[in-house]
């Protein structure tokens, strides 16, 4: 009897926790009777996956049936398609024998395809690879391996689908068909080519490990509180090189005589090379005056950073990104996922002080906001009493996030950005329902899309509880300098009720590799430069208005800009008179704010065009 009970338990337990695959959309093959729902596709409702017919069957891919989505203009680039959780694709964990993801794509356009897998509450993050062929059938290839031993990697029980991953301009149709999984492929294990060598001057750097210079005392590479971990001294292609293999984390000391004063120095560096890593992660620690572990005035701080796989990463990190002291570093401590079968090669770890610009960062504060606290709940800002948020990074983004200093000012940077969430949950919802604006200052160097989106759960204040609301708004970024962006609500067509405000999420393009940097992130019931003093120096009339705007000031304005609820300017004028008249004629019907500069100050007010 005992025997029978078992068979049972265990039939059981492999049908519970099983992958169904081949996913090929056959009748009576998996796919085809799987619940699908499309997301982000802008028509109501959104378009569903339809499975159809081969359109060409004479191509790469002679199956019978496969799935057609068309992600439609004006969806973000990461519109696609989900199987429902607990459903269809069974449940399964990311291992050596199954990690490689394959999919068969027809396409009328060369795009990102991408794919990830998820289970409640967590996903692994989607891998994307592109087409190369366009109006025939390819075969693209998703290397998982890098996700294998990630909590995000166990329990999977959902596949998601972005078969067109960009900022569109047309109604792109994309087939798809014959997701299989396979065995890990063979990965370079070690680099071939050194890495590149420091040609800062030796004056200007504390170097603890690098051919390139004379390096400090360091006592130890391996702490004996390493755990598992194995070090190896070796060499590539001529250079000493470490090589850490087995890393859950690994300590480096500098102890006693030995602490390092890094005061004088700006940055960090240092090159490293991971065949699996998909974070890694450096601590830097400071044992204080005393000079002693536990003294009372250590301090610590760890940053994390996603790796170019199997090929050199050089970090130059700017020592303000450490929030701590540095003038009695005794410990370096790496890291990382996947934690265990972690490796990574390791050279030029030094401290300098050659100053150098950096076009990927700025180098002064977003401008510090002057509205008045009571009319203001401020999520991020030095400025304000801030309320509580429970992440600025969700486990389910897409992005890093690093809290750093910018000119002395707290500043969020998000780095390899695909997209972002950040939650105010439960108790912490935003009631912004006596709000006017909401407000994000944004820095980027390469981001030509910057993206915002705002979700309330609704009364019930429940995730997908039946009243949620959200919308999210596109603006084109000044590049390499501030943009302050100070949004009507009203802006936020579909987002209906405000009062539960919960998720607050960025994006943009391009995806996967923007880099944006956020200050001062609030709603306000104020308008930006409205002064009840100041509005009497002008007159804005008629109000509404039809065709014929006119400005009127106490005395000459220098310019008068009327912009529509996205912020965008949409009618200009430098008068240099008391009195100016703007054609509006051509704008939509709508909400306006009309600012004018007068006597060196900037007033605004809303008007309403009919």
Known sequence: MKKITLSIFLLVFSIGFSQNAPITFESGGFGSTWTWTTFENPSTPAPPLQI?????????NTSATVAKLTPLVGSPPYAGVETALNAGIGTFTLSASNCTVKIMVWKTVISDVGIKFAASGASTGEIKVANTLVNQWEE??????GKIG????????????????????????????????????????????????PTRPAANVISMFSNAYTNVTVDTWKTDWSPVVTLEDIQVAGNDTKKYSNLQFVGIETIGANLIDASGMLYFHIDYWTPNMTAFRVKLVDVGANAEFGGGDDTESELTFTPTIAGWNSLEIPLSDFMMAKSHIAQLIFSGNPSGPAVVYIDNVYFHNVAFSDPNTPVTAAPTPTRPQANVISMFSNAYSNVPVNTWRTDWSQGNLLDLMIAGNDTKKYSALNFVGIETLGANAINASQMLYFHVDAWTPNMTAFRIKLVDFGANNTFQGGDDKEFELSFTPT???WNSYDI??????????TSNISQLIFSGNPSGTGIVFIDNVYFSNVPLGVDNFETSKIKVYPNPVANQLTIEGTSNIQEVGVYNVLGQNVVSSKPNASISVLDISNLQIGVYIVKATIDGKTITSKVIKK
Request: hydrophobic share 40%.
């Open 52 to 60: 159809i017919a081969n359109p060409d069957a004479s191509g790469a």
């Open 488 to 497: 009507p609500l009203s802006a936020f067509t579909g987002l209906t009720t």
């Open 479 to 481: 590049l390499s300098g």
């Open 150 to 197: 990630e909590a995000s990697s166990t329990g999977i029980n959902q596949i998601v689908v972005f078969p067109d991953f960009q900022a569109r301009t047309t109604d792109n149709v994309c087939y798809f068909d014959n997701i299989t999984f396979s065995a890990q492929l063979a990965t370079p294990t070690g680099p071939t080519v050194a890495a590149t060598t």
């Open 140 to 145: 693209l290839t998703f290397n998982f391996a």
